[in-house]
């Protein structure tokens, strides 16, 4: 009986001890895990507090549009509500109403489920209360992105810190990724060489860093740090500003090409009929190349080639019969 006695309290005391290791084990996972969380969310406060506090406009202005993720969201929705507007043409076109004279929706063409649910069956109060937050969702969601597509972009390759922050990306990806800039306007009116301009400039950086990528690699993945910004210097391209700079340079060029040079060779021509004939051939080119480099109004196109017909025809009156 001692002996039993003995057994088990010795068994009472490996379960007491059992118990208070798992109650310590456990606790220590608490303990991790908590650790673990308090060090992601001060990981991503000093990333966030790092890029908005930034002095480059790059990094301060700079941010995704997620232009997949925003149209999969679009699609989702549109799916959901052509899902209710079949039920909801179904049940109108149960209803046995005689159509109008017109039948401008074409409901006599309209394709009938043989099976649909009676009317009163399918309109209620949670069919409309769904179908307009369904709308309304889709309908805000239409506006936002159509706003977001409109705004001036850059890609994240443009800024340097922000590549060498993203490790979960290859360059390439990288150089697709665009940034919205919320800091200018939007780029409704911007000519199309103007943004091929932009795109050429996006690429030449995508090449001149692929050729640097292989000694990067061999020397390792860079580790970001943020408290390094007084002696860290970063690499940006502000392809905006380049693109504008440029384009403006261009412009003006075309612009003095296309009166000084008709000038010029109507300067040796003494025919009347030579001189029309040059200022007509002058006149069919540039208004051909305003229409394709330019994006303005036809109000503006045909504004800009009758000034420009305006000034060669001008030389043509002064000059000598």
Known sequence: MAQTGDKTQECGRRSSQNLHDNDGKTKDYQKEALDTGMSDNYRLFEKVWASSTEDNNLTLYGFRRFKTTHLLNLRLLEEEIDRLDHQIYQAGLKLGIALTPTDRLGLKHCKKDEWSL????????????????????????????AKIMAMETCSMLDDERQTNLR??????????????????GPRTFQD???????????????WKLSRQSSTDHEQGPPSPIYRDRSTQKWSYQNTTVIA???????????????????????????????????????????SFLASIFFKASNQATVAVIAAYAAVLSVFISNGPA
């Open 192 to 206: 199309p060489f103007h943004r091929r301009l932009h795109k050429y400039l996006r690429w030449f950086r995508y």
């Open 118 to 145: 009676r009317p009163e069956e399918i309109i209620d109060e949670k069919l409309i209360q769904k179908l307009r937050d369904l709308l309304r969702q889709y309908d805000d969601g239409l506006a936002s992105f």
């Open 167 to 184: 490790t979960d990306l290859s360059l390439y990806e990288i150089y697709n990724t665009r940034l919205v800039r919320v800091d200018l």
């Open 244 to 286: 504008d700079v440029m384009w403006r340079v261009l412009v003006a060029l075309a612009a003095n090409v296309f009166i000084v040079v008709p000038l010029a060779i109507l300067s040796y021509q003494s025919s009347k009929r030579t001189q029309l004939i040059t200022v007509s051939a002058w006149i069919v080119v540039f």
